[in-house]
C-alpha cells in the first residue's frame, strides 16, 4: 500500500513532543423446463441433452429432481443435501488457516434456488438526505462527488447521521449496500474536526482490508489524513515504517493488529473509536479472542460501530459486550438480493469439471467467481480450466499475499475471465461486472452461500448463482 503524504510523510500528531504520546510507538525490536440441453445451458427442472426424462441409473431422485442425459446437468431441484458431498472438508477451519469455525451445516438445496428475476423496481428507494445535506466538511463533499457518488444507499443515508452524532451503531445490511462508505464518510470528517482523532477498523480478511484503504484515499484526497493497512501475509517491516511516520486511520485484520499491539508499536489507549466490519465473519473465523484483546485495551468510553451481514446469539452476545446503548440499524429486506437470480446444477461427481468447462463457454459467462471448499481443491481447478484455454486465476490461503493482489487485480480489471476462490473471497470485496457465481463445492453454511452469492448482482445490476448439486 502506498499512501499519498506529503514530502515530510508525517502527519499532524506523528511527534511524541508535548502531552499527547503518539499513537504509534516506535519499535525497539526488529521487524519481521424450458427445453432442453443443446449447446446452451437453460434454467428449468427438466433434463438436458433432450426432452426425454432419465429412466435408469437414478438413485434417490425426488419428484421435482431433473433427470441426466449424457454428462449434461438439469437445474432445478429440491431435494436436501449434506453440505460436504462437494469432497471439501467438513470442518469449517480448513480454509481459513486452522483457525477454528464450526462444523458444517446442512442446507436444504432448494435455498439455493430462487428464479425469480426483476425486471421493474416497484418501490424506489427515496433517501431522506443527500451528501450535500449531511454536515460535513466541504472539501470531503468535493471528494464524494468527484468518486461518483450521487445519492446515499440506504445504509448510508440511515447510518451517517448517528455517526457524526458520536452514537454507537449497530449496522445490518446486505452485501454491495455500501456500509464502506456509510462508517468512512463521517469518520473522517471526525478526524477532520479533531486532528488528533485515532481510529481503527478491523476487518476479517486482507483482501477487505485493502479494498477499504483504496476507498479511503480516494475520500481523503488533498485533506491530510493518513491511513495504515496493516495485514496479514504482507511484509511486516513496510507496515511498521507506516506505523512510525503515523496516520489517523488504522486498518487491518486481527491477527496482525494483535501482534503489532504486542510488539508495542500501535497503543490502543489513544483510539477512541473502533469499526468492526464483517463481525459475523470474523467470529465464524476464529478471531473472537483477538477482537476481544483489542477491545479491552482501548478507553472504555470509546465510539464503537458494527457492521454485519448477519445476526445470530453470538453476534448479539458481542453487540452487548462491545457497544453502548447502540442504534440499530437494518436496511436488510431479505438474505440474499433480489438481483441475483439463483438456480442448482445437478451434476455427477465425475462429470463437474466438464460440466463446468460447457457453462463458461456460453458468452453470457463473461466474468465468472468459481468458489471451492479447499485451497487444494481450488489451486488444481484454476490450472485445469488454465490448461483449457480459459483465462483463470485462483485466490486462496496458501497464496502468498502479492500473487493474491495480482489474481484478484486481473480479475476486477478484466484480464481474465475466471477466478476461483476459497471463502476468503466470499466476504465484503466488491468486483465490478461479475456476471455468475458458481458454487463449485457446496458452502459450509447458508450464511457463506449468501456471502458468497453477494458478490454478482450488486447494486443495481443483475447477476446469476448456480450451485453444484451432485
Known amino acids: 500500500m502506498e499512501n499519498n503524504r506529503n514530502q515530510s510523510g508525517k502527519s499532524s500528531f506523528s ?241 496482525r493488529l494483535k501482534d503489532l499491539v504486542q510488539r508495542n508499536l500501535i497503543n490502543l489507549s489513544h483510539f477512541n473509536t473502533i469499526v468492526l466490519d464483517e463481525a459475523d465473519r470474523m467470529l465464524d473465523m476464529g478471531f473472537i479472542g483477538d477482537m476481544k484483546f483489542m477491545m479491552a485495551k482501548m478507553p472504555v468510553r470509546r465510539h464503537t460501530l458494527f457492521f454485519s451481514a448477519t445476526l445470530s446469539h453470538e453476534i448479539e452476545a458481542l453487540i452487548k459486550d462491545f457497544l453502548k446503548e447502540p442504534v440499530r440499524i437494518s436496511v436488510k429486506t431479505q438474505d440474499t438480493s433480489k438481483n441475483v437470480e439463483q438456480d442448482i446444477v445437478r451434476v455427477q461427481q465425475g462429470d463437474k469439471v466438464a460440466i463446468l468447462q460447457d457453462l463458461l463457454r456460453q458468452p453470457e459467462f463473461s466474468k465468472v467467481l468459481i468458489f471451492g471448499r479447499t485451497k487444494h481443491g481450488v489451486e488444481k481447478l484454476s490450472k485445469v480450466l488454465a490448461q483449457k484455454g480459459f483465462k483463470a486465476e485462483s485466490i486462496h490461503g496458501n497464496k502468498n499475499h502479492s500473487k493474491r493482489q495480482r489474481a484478484l487485480g486481473l480479475f476486477k480489471d478484466d484480464h481474465i475471465q475466471i477466478l476461483v476462490a476459497t471463502d476468503v473471497a466470499a466476504r465484503g470485496l466488491d468486483i465490478a461486472g461479475v456476471s455468475h457465481v458458481i458454487n463449485y463445492d457446496i458452502p459450509a453454511t447458508y450464511d457463506d452461500y449468501v456471502h458468497r452469492i453477494g458478490r454478482t448482482g450488486r447494486g443495481n445490476k443483475k447477476g446469476k448463482a448456480l450451485t453444484f448439486i451432485d
Not at 35 to 58: A, V
Not at 108 to 130: C, G, Y
Not at 194 to 208: G, K, M, Q, S
Open 15 to 255: 511527534s511524541n513532543k508535548g502531552p499527547y504520546k503518539a499513537p504509534f510507538k516506535k519499535s525497539t525490536g526488529t521487524s519481521a423446463g424450458r427445453g432442453s440441453y443443446l449447446g446452451k445451458p437453460s434454467y428449468s427442472s427438466s433434463s438436458y441433452g433432450g426432452s426425454k426424462p432419465r429412466t435408469g441409473g437414478s438413485t434417490g431422485t425426488s419428484p421435482s429432481r431433473g433427470g441426466y442425459a449424457g454428462s449434461r446437468p438439469s437445474y432445478g431441484g429440491g431435494y436436501t443435501s449434506r453440505v460436504n458431498r462437494g469432497g471439501g472438508a467438513s470442518h469449517r477451519g480448513g480454509n481459513r488457516g486452522g483457525r477454528g469455525g464450526g462444523k458444517s451445516q446442512h442446507i436444504d438445496v432448494a435455498r439455493f434456488i430462487n428464479k425469480s428475476v426483476i425486471t421493474e423496481q416497484v418501490e424506489h428507494f427515496v433517501p431522506e438526505h443527500l451528501f450535500a445535506d449531511f454536515a460535513i466538511d466541504e472539501r470531503l463533499k468535493s471528494n464524494i462527488i468527484t468518486k461518483g457518488y450521487s445519492a446515499p444507499t440506504p445504509i448510508q443515508d440511515r447510518t451517517i447521521p448517528h455517526i457524526l452524532r458520536g452514537s454507537d451503531v449497530v449496522g445490518i445490511a446486505n452485501t454491495g449496500t455500501g456500509k464502506t462508505a456509510a462508517f468512512l464518510i463521517p469518520l473522517i470528517n471526525k478526524v477532520l474536526l479533531a486532528p488528533r482523532e485515532c481510529v481503527l477498523i478491523v476487518v476479517p480478511t486482507r483482501e477487505l482490508a485493502i479494498q477499504i484503504d483504496q476507498e479511503f484515499a480516494g475520500f481523503t484526497k488533498g485533506l491530510g489524513i493518513y491511513s495504515v493497512c496493516c495485514v496479514g501475509g504482507a511484509p511486516i517491516g513496510k507496515q511498521i515504517s507506516e506505523l512510525r511516520r503515523g496516520g489517523n486511520f488504522i486498518i487491518g485484520t486481527p491477527g
